[in-house]
């Protein structure tokens, strides 16, 4: 049972452009969740995260917005660059789940310069 | 600069041996611990919670005598890939989280990608 989804497993945009990406999850008890960039055969690096009691949070180029009713979450890229370029993971938890992190299937990013 | 600090980034070893990964919380104690696998082109999957003096929590079908974690102090957690096969070859990840004090984010160590001749 997929608790969290990322039903784009790739997007292209053009440099300077706004980038998109999207994440479901099923499970009402998720309360933090996280975005995560991730290169080949490296760790993921964190970029931005939110509270369940927030519907945005913003830092640099990147916004994440989070729509409770609907279960869904974005992040935003503006504008997107070339070193953006990578496979980006949405990640959820909550205090039940012992700190436990869900994480999506991924999309992978390219921007075209 | 990372938080979390895997070792070793690279490893080749023989099938049927052993290989142990270390993940260390770098400037905050860690009392959780979690280490996860990559398959290619595929999510990570957690295979268990490493909780420092006490035994790690398995995911279900996650070989507990084969993938051993110890979680030996609050900044050290190890596992250790027992007798390994070809099939273990895989790209592994260990996290931790950050006090609540501090920002209460999750961070990753930089992954051990460990493959078995």
């Known amino acids: 049972d997929q608790q969290v989804k990322q039903n784009s497993p790739s997007l292209s945009v053009q440099e300077g452009r706004i980038s998109i990406l999207n994440c479901d999850y099923t499970n009402s008890m998720f309360d933090y969740f996280l975005w995560y960039k991730k290169y080949p055969a490296e760790g993921p690096t964190f970029l931005i995260s939110?509270?369940?009691?927030?519907d945005k949070n913003e830092d640099g180029r990147f916004t994440v917005f989070l729509n409770k009713s609907a279960k869904h979450l974005s992040l935003h890229i503006v504008p997107s660059q070339p070193g953006d370029s990578a496979v980006y993971f949405c990640a959820a938890t909550w205090a039940g789940g012992y700190q436990k992190v869900t994480f999506g299937t991924g999309t992978k990013l390219q921007v075209i310069p | 600069g990372a938080v979390v600090s895997q070792h070793p980034s690279w490893v080749i070893c023989k099938s049927g041996t052993s290989v142990k990964i270390e993940c260390r919380s770098l400037d905050f104690q860690a009392t959780t611990m979690f280490w996860y696998r990559q398959f290619p082109k595929q999510s990570l999957m957690l295979m268990a919670t490493?909780?420092?003096?006490?035994?790690?929590?398995?995911e279900q079908g996650v070989e507990k005598d084969k993938f051993l974690i110890n979680h030996a102090s609050l900044t050290l957690s190890t596992l250790t890939v027992t007798s390994a096969h070809p099939e273990d070859s895989s790209f592994y990840i260990c996290?931790?989280?950050?006090?609540?004090?501090?920002?209460?984010?999750?961070?990753f160590g930089e992954g051990s990608w460990l493959t078995v001749v």
């Open positions: 490493s909780n420092e003096g006490s035994k790690a929590t398995y």
């Open positions: 996290s931790a989280r950050v006090p609540a004090t501090s920002g209460n984010t999750i961070y």
């Open positions: 939110i509270s369940s009691i927030k």
